[in-house]
């Protein structure tokens, strides 16, 4: 870094998916120059997120926003286009620099790269830092200096790296004067979940403070049990940290570092939470190097696969409402609408019984998630539809079909998970699955006028037509 400033060198920091002042190398960056503008930027990538995810970056920015008073400063919120939101910005507080925390998502990637252009060519300095993820995708590459395709190989290549430790937050100098600012609540960003929202927001702590707590809370008293425990659905096992981690509440670095240090003290189950931080950066690894991957089958030939893509089909909707008959899956789709959020092996469940029992195209499933989930993040969302799809990154020499059934005996052998969250209708049943009721559209009420006891499709049919329709696509 350069050490030819002055003290009163403004930097605007721009935040986006990094919405913390611990770790945040682009922050510390312009903090080492001098006075720092924090800024938030309301454009069209942002107004593009679904529901729930706009919800949950509303909770955010209102934590970032108190955090920076605390430490004497603000968060100036302002909309429009990026490039000139930004140029202008620059004009009225006289800086001379922008930093902010890298993207990789394709639409990211486009935005993020006019907006250098624009403040170059007006002679502003514009640096991007690392931060969002552990290892920069570009970086890691098989010993042909191809990207890897299979995650075991890209795990192996990347287990052993060093991962710089992470940043203590900096202090921060305030601008002489603070530029206007718009208003969280004018934005309105949590309108799109109507009477959903309070439903959702009830189960969300937002915030670094409360992204630190849970992550010393797992480490402290969950990690050793992790690998045994993390997939049965009636267990409170995981980190519980998703939408942190994808909003930048917390970053992977600090949970790496402190995996690391409960691998070293000897919990059971740290390694393999370090895999599914890898997990997630094996999914922005596939993104950055197909990046149509949440578009177009990953798989090649798999366009003839047959899957309907009409998202008026009665047995797509009856997904959506949890109104499916089979008990696992319409819990698991109830715990998305209450909590905006769902177990993750429940997440491969309520998959495989759409694109496989439902024959239903997965890109029906990636759009509802998307608008459904408070974690919601363009690579692992991908990712995970396609790899249970079939179609997607997976080592498997066999269709996969789980079983709903198979699986709720197993992971959730007392039915827990099924009575917290699944309610035949409304005034009855547990008083959280009784929210459902509070949180789904109006429109849907004349739906659940009478209980739905059979499955829409039968798990031994589902799975036939499956199995059939997979012989079919290979003798093409």
Same mark, same amino acid.
């Given at each position: 870094?350069?050490q030819?400033h002055?003290?009163?060198?403004v930097?605007?920091?721009?935040?986006r998916?990094d919405?913390?002042?611990?770790?945040?190398?682009a922050l510390t960056?312009? &903090?080492?120059?001098?006075?720092?503008?924090?800024?938030?930027?309301l454009?069209?990538?942002v107004r593009g997120?679904?529901?729930a995810?706009k919800?949950?970056l509303e909770m955010?920015l209102?934590?970032?926003?108190?955090?920076?008073?605390?430490r004497?400063m603000?968060?100036i919120?302002?909309?429009?286009r990026?490039?000139?939101?930004?140029l202008q910005? &620059?004009?009225?507080?006289?800086?001379?620099s922008?930093h902010?925390?890298r993207?990789? %998502?394709?639409?990211?990637?486009a935005?993020d790269t006019e907006?250098k252009a624009a403040?170059?060519?007006?002679g502003?300095?514009?640096?991007?830092?690392?931060?969002t993820?552990l290892f920069?995708?570009w970086?890691?590459?098989?010993?042909q200096?191809m990207p890897?395709?299979?995650?075991?190989?890209?795990w192996k290549?990347?287990?052993?790296?060093?991962?710089?430790?992470?940043?203590?937050?900096?202090?921060l100098?305030?601008?002489s004067v603070w530029p206007?600012?718009e208003?969280?609540s %004018?934005?309105?960003?949590s309108?799109d979940?109507?009477?959903?929202?309070a439903?959702?927001a009830?189960?969300?702590q937002?915030?670094?403070?409360?992204?630190?707590?849970?992550?010393s809370t797992?480490l402290?008293?969950?990690?050793? &049990?992790y690998?045994?425990?993390r997939?049965f659905?009636?267990?409170?096992?995981?980190s519980d940290l998703?939408?942190a981690?994808?909003f930048?509440e917390?970053?992977p670095a600090?949970l790496?570092?402190?995996?690391?240090?409960?691998?070293?003290?000897?919990?059971?189950g740290?390694?393999?939470?370090?895999k599914e931080?890898?997990?997630r950066?094996?999914?922005?690894h596939l993104?950055?190097?197909?990046?149509q991957?949440?578009?177009?089958?990953w798989?090649d030939?798999?366009d003839?696969?047959e899957w309907?893509?009409?998202?008026?089909?009665p047995?797509?909707? %009856?997904?959506?409402r949890?109104r499916?008959?089979? &008990?696992?899956?319409?819990?698991?789709m109830?715990?998305?609408?209450?909590?905006g959020?769902m177990?993750?092996?429940?997440?491969m469940?309520?998959?495989?019984?759409?694109?496989k029992?439902?024959?239903?195209h997965?890109?029906?499933g990636?759009?509802?998630?998307?608008d459904c989930l408070?974690d919601w993040?363009?690579?692992?969302?991908?990712?995970?539809?396609q790899?249970v799809?079939g179609?997607?990154?997976?080592a498997a020499?066999?269709?996969?079909i789980?079983?709903p059934d198979?699986q709720a005996d197993?992971f959730?052998?007392?039915k827990?998970?099924?009575?917290r969250?699944?309610?035949h209708k409304?005034g009855e049943g547990s008083?959280?699955?009784?929210?459902?009721?509070?949180?789904m559209?109006?429109?849907?009420?004349?739906?659940?006028?009478h209980p739905q006891?059979?499955?829409?499709?039968s798990?031994?049919e589902?799975?036939?037509?499956a199995l059939a329709a997979?012989e079919?696509f290979k003798?093409q």
């Open positions: 870094m350069a030819n002055t003290q009163d060198t930097t605007i920091h721009w935040f998916r919405l913390r002042l611990s770790d945040n190398r960056a312009a &903090a080492a120059q001098g006075p720092v503008v924090p800024v938030f930027v454009d069209d990538e997120l679904g529901a995810s919800q949950r955010s209102a934590a970032l926003a108190a955090d920076l008073e605390t004497g603000q968060l919120l302002r909309s429009g990026a490039t000139d939101v930004l910005l &620059a004009q009225e507080v006289g800086a001379k922008v902010w925390s993207a990789y %998502a394709p639409d990211w990637v935005r907006v403040l170059k060519q007006t502003l300095s514009a640096e991007s830092f690392e931060g993820l920069e995708p970086t890691v590459q098989t010993g200096g890897y395709r299979v995650y075991t190989p890209f290549a990347v287990r052993s790296r060093v991962v710089d430790a992470p940043l203590r937050a900096p202090d100098k305030p601008p206007q600012s208003t969280l %004018a934005w309105g960003l309108k979940m109507r009477r959903g929202a439903v959702v009830a189960h969300v937002a915030g670094e403070s409360a992204a630190q707590a849970k992550l797992f402290e008293e969950k990690v050793v &049990a690998q045994a425990a997939d659905l009636d267990r409170a096992a995981t998703s939408d981690l994808t930048g917390v970053s600090q790496w570092h402190g995996g690391h240090r409960a691998m070293q003290q000897g919990a059971a740290a390694e393999h939470f370090l931080v890898v997990w950066e094996f999914a922005w993104l950055w190097h197909f990046p991957l949440p578009h177009a089958n798989r030939g798999w003839q696969f309907s893509e009409d998202p008026d089909h047995h797509f909707q %009856a997904w959506c949890g499916t008959g089979v &008990a696992v899956v319409d819990a698991a109830r715990e998305l609408y209450i909590t959020k177990h993750n092996r429940a997440r469940i309520v998959a495989s019984y759409l694109t029992h439902l024959r239903m997965w890109k029906l990636l759009k509802w998630f998307a408070i993040d363009p690579a692992s969302n991908a990712m995970g539809w790899w799809a179609c997607g990154p997976d020499p066999y269709f996969r789980f079983n198979t197993k959730d052998p007392e827990t998970y099924r009575r969250w699944f309610s409304d008083a959280t699955a009784q929210t459902f009721f509070q949180a559209p109006v429109s849907w009420e004349a739906r659940f006028a006891m059979q499955p829409i499709v798990l031994p589902g799975r036939a037509r997979y079919a003798t």
